[in-house]
């Protein structure tokens, strides 16, 4: 048994995206292989509507899956296959963009106004670039939740861990991802195959994924009195952890506990040719992608 040990620490960039919807980004569109076979990753958290309402309207995807995990408010979709609904809070969507698609998501917060969701983005291989267009929705009710002894609970929406299966399956990346709280004070240890690419993306509490001993927050820049200066953020909040090679994560909580995102997933390793919302292997492809949306010749027939 081997502990991954910390490669970096940082902060999810504040990011506008769509219409105009403010999120923060915790990686993409850098360096493909950093965390491959995932290539972004965003947090959109807003408590105000005026920052989320106008949402992300019809835009294309080629060649990547999308993950889409809702915690509060709801988003409605739609696409050019037809297909239409509504996520709410707990509830997940899997859509494997493959040739070809056209879709829009508009987020509408709470009772409170208040929306929370992530979305990440998974490669798709050479070999399934160009399959064709799917989508899994499902509901919060029907992903399993593991409480353990020390009352730890994992949520297991895909993969398998303590004995559950999440129902999101079939895609490409063979992620785990896992919704992961971990009470006040307590060390805890999660087994990840030594073949993935592993990360961590905290959003609630503090802990240490470090050697597990003193919780501690991420090292930021922040303004102080007119000054820039680097002090250590104790809350965790929008935290990227990554990790080098090993079997097992090790978290030590903070005081008021931690709760991460908890993905792992088995490289490509293959070329990328990306351009906003498509990803290839080649500049050629790439550009017959953008031939494609100019001719209308973007959506191909189902077969």
Known sequence: MS?????????AVPTLEGAGVKLHRAFGFQDPTMLDPFLLFDDFRNERPE??????????????????????????????????????????????????????????????????????????????????????DVEGKDIPEVIDDDDTRVKVIIGEFWGKRGPVDGIAADPQYLDVFVPAGVRKVFKVDTYRRAFAYVFDGSGSFRDASTPQGVLLEKEVMGEEVNIRDMSGDRTLVQFGTGDEVT?????????????????????????????????DELLQAMRDLRNNTFIKPAH
């Open 251 to 283: 978290v030590q909580a903070g005081d008021k506990g931690i709760r991460f995102l908890l993905i792992s997933g088995a490289p490509l390793e293959e070329p990328v040719a990306w351009h906003g919302p498509i990803v290839m292997n080649t500049q």
């Open 3 to 11: 502990i991954r040990p910390v490669t970096s620490t940082s902060a």
């Open 51 to 136: 920052d989320f309402v106008k949402g992300f309207p019809w835009h294309p995807h080629r060649g990547i899956e999308t993950i889409t995990y809702v915690l509060n408010g709801t988003v409605d979709h739609g696409d050019s296959l037809g297909n239409e609904g509504t996520l709410g809070a707990g509830d997940v969507q899997w859509m494997t963009a493959g040739s070809g698609i056209l879709h829009q998501e508009m987020p509408k917060g709470n009772a409170q106004g208040q929306m929370h969701g992530f979305q990440l983005w998974a490669n798709l291989p050479g070999s399934l670039k160009m399959t064709a267009p799917r989508y899994q």
